[in-house]
């Protein structure tokens, strides 16, 4: 329960996060004061682009705003990747049928590779099979539950009618959520979920 009161994890979770955010807003400003003076690229990482990027209306992002989102980022980041891994872990311990074939597959894939090569982009490509297996992991288990959507009105959309209430049926696959609020990272995720699991197959 949400109850803001000492000892309570809530509280220790407020402490924390002020913390963080106060290390966060060093480096953001550390960082600030790098690009004015040359020694930090435009481009190198998000908190450059958050830096350098205005909001429409010739405003800036506050330094809280971004800390928060650095967090939200490390938390994804770390968090439904790993839960994802450890899932599929289980899934190909119990069919090994489907451990074999993704197996093969990404067997076939570093066979091609010299010694000690890195995997290229080619190489994520082919791994269709292990891409399928991770898909159904997370829709039969999603690594980020609770994130419901239902439509908030009747609307009709590219001619169907959707009536208000409609929400996702149990085991959809929509594990980075949907519309303007999708995982803005299931890309990235994707890649780390791949790399991951080839080289632990
Ligand atoms: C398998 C891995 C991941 C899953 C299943 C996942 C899932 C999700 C879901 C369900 C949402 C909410 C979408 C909605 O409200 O409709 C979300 C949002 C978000 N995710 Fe992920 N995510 C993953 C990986 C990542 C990674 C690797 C990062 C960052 C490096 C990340 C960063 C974010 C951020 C910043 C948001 C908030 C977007 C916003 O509020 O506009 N996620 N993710």
Same mark, same amino acid.
């Given at each position: 329960?949400?109850?803001?009161?000492?000892?309570?994890?809530l509280r220790k979770a407020i402490k924390a996060s002020k913390l963080?955010?106060?290390?966060?807003?060093?480096?953001?400003?550390?960082?600030?004061?790098?690009?004015?003076?040359?020694?930090?690229?435009?481009?190198?990482?998000?908190?450059? #682009?958050?830096?350098?990027?205005?909001?429409?209306?010739?405003?800036?992002?506050?330094?809280?705003?971004?800390?928060?989102?650095?967090?939200?980022?490390?938390?994804?980041?770390?968090?439904?990747?790993?839960?994802?891994?450890?899932?599929?872990?289980?899934?190909?311990?119990?069919?090994?049928?489907?451990?074999?074939?993704?197996?093969?597959?990404?067997?076939?894939?570093?066979?091609?590779?010299?010694?000690?090569?890195?995997?290229?982009?080619?190489?994520?490509?082919?791994?269709?099979?292990?891409?399928?297996?991770?898909?159904?992991?997370?829709?039969?288990?999603?690594?980020?539950?609770?994130?419901?959507?239902?439509?908030?009105?009747?609307?009709?959309?590219?001619?169907?009618?959707?009536?208000?209430?409609?929400?996702?049926?149990?085991?959809?696959?929509?594990?980075?959520?949907?519309?303007?609020?999708?995982?803005?990272?299931?890309?990235?995720?994707?890649?780390?979920?791949?790399?991951?699991? #080839?080289?632990?197959?």
């Amino acid at each position: 329960m949400p109850i803001d009161l000492p000892g309570t994890p809530l509280r220790k979770a407020i402490k924390a996060s002020k913390l963080i955010n106060g290390k966060l807003i060093e480096i953001i400003k550390q960082r600030k004061a790098d690009l004015a003076d040359g020694k930090a690229s435009l481009t190198q990482d998000i908190l450059s #682009h958050m830096l350098m990027t205005c909001n429409e209306d010739g405003t800036y992002m506050k330094e809280l705003d971004m800390a928060t989102k650095i967090m939200g980022m490390l938390i994804g980041g770390y968090e439904a990747v790993d839960a994802v891994c450890t899932l599929i872990v289980k899934f190909l311990a119990k069919f090994p049928h489907i451990y074999d074939a993704v197996y093969k597959e990404q067997m076939e894939i570093a066979n091609l590779k010299a010694p000690r090569e890195l995997l290229n982009w080619d190489d994520i490509q082919k791994m269709k099979h292990l891409w399928n297996v991770a898909q159904e992991v997370m829709r039969l288990t999603p690594p980020i539950q609770g994130s419901f959507k239902e439509a908030s009105t009747d609307f009709v959309f590219n001619g169907y009618t959707i009536p208000k209430g409609t929400g996702p049926t149990p085991y959809t696959y929509v594990p980075f959520g949907g519309g303007p609020m999708i995982c803005p990272d299931k890309e990235y995720a994707r890649l780390e979920i791949l790399v991951f699991m #080839h080289n632990l197959v």
